[in-house]
């Protein structure tokens, strides 16, 4: 087995409904995340203000 090169640490922390925000370890600011478009509506959220899910963050991630 190959030697872990990194653990992620961070905490989330509920903002308000949906939105969300992780704070990692050794940065300052945090990464927002909740819903917006057709995952609101398909949650049947209202959140007072859009912002990408966590799924967008994931294929922003992949596609890099």
Do not use: C, W
């Amino acid at each position: 087995m190959a030697d872990v090169v990194h653990t992620s640490r961070l905490r989330i922390e509920r903002v308000q409904g949906p939105t969300r925000q992780a704070f990692l370890e050794n940065f300052d600011t945090p990464i927002r995340f909740g819903v917006h478009s057709g995952i609101k509506e398909f949650y049947g959220a209202n959140p007072d203000e859009e912002v990408p899910a966590t799924l967008d963050h994931i294929v922003a991630a992949v596609g890099a």
